[in-house]
């Protein structure tokens, strides 16, 4: 039933490890995108998908790389964790890139 | 680029009303508006699309003024459930998915 789910909800690790979060949606859409929603609450894009193609690219540091085996799936990768990189991460889809967008239910990452 | 949302906070008993600002210095495709309540994920509540098209939920309205790149989101007769943060969210023409939120507004409803 769930629309767009990610894995795992929660995510305690250490700095200098890499970890990654899956999301995955069953609405049929066309684009997915990855939001990170910090202590302050505010929430900025990272990335966007249009089929299996990047389309948006915020100036994000490059230890973070999406990675999209098909439609319904756009990972996150995260290389060499900081403390900074502590937030929670929502992905989310869309169709055709303008429409409302459906957010997954987050992964909450704590980074010690 | 991003919106500017106001106010940042608002305190209601129930049953009062409330308008919720949306405003960019850029000019607009559409205005997103979204509700999150703590801990969860945010929530879809309504677009509004350049031209005057408009889809959302018929308990909540809100009006977009194209010329000034403006947008208010109504809540009317305030439930203990309208208690969350509510976040605009523009995306210019053009461009592709690229929602650019505000900073939010968080509503306290009280009984």
């Known amino acids: 039933d769930t629309a767009v789910s990610q894995t795992p909800k929660y995510l305690v690790t250490q700095m200098g490890n890499d970890k990654s979060i899956k999301c995955e949606q069953n609405l049929g859409h066309d684009t997915m995108y990855w939001y990170k929603q910090d202590s302050k609450k505010f929430l900025k894009i990272m990335f966007s998908y249009n089929n299996k193609e990047l389309i948006i690219n915020e100036t994000v540091p490059n230890r973070f790389s999406p990675k999209s085996p098909d439609k319904a799936h756009l990972n996150l990768h995260i290389n060499s964790l900081e403390l900074g990189d502590s937030a929670v991460y929502f992905c989310?889809?869309?169709?055709?890139?303008?429409?409302?967008?459906?957010f997954g239910p987050g992964t909450r990452l704590l980074v010690l | 680029q991003q919106p500017v949302q106001s106010p940042q906070a608002v305190i209601l008993r129930e049953g009062e009303d409330a308008v919720i600002n949306c405003s960019s210095s850029?000019?607009?495709?559409?205005v997103h508006w979204y509700r999150q309540k703590h801990g969860e994920a945010p929530v879809f509540l309504m677009i509004?699309?350049?031209?005057?098209e408009q889809k959302g939920h018929d308990k909540i309205s809100a009006s977009f003024n194209e010329k000034k790149q403006q947008s208010s989101l109504y809540l009317t007769a305030s439930q203990l459930s309208y208690s969350g943060t509510y976040f605009c969210g523009t995306l210019r023409g053009g461009s592709q998915g690229n929602l650019i939120f505000g900073k939010g507004t968080k509503l306290s409803v009280k009984p």
């Open positions: 509004l699309l350049k031209g005057g």
């Open positions: 989310a889809s869309s169709q055709n890139g303008k429409e409302t967008q459906y």
């Open positions: 850029k000019a607009l495709y559409s």
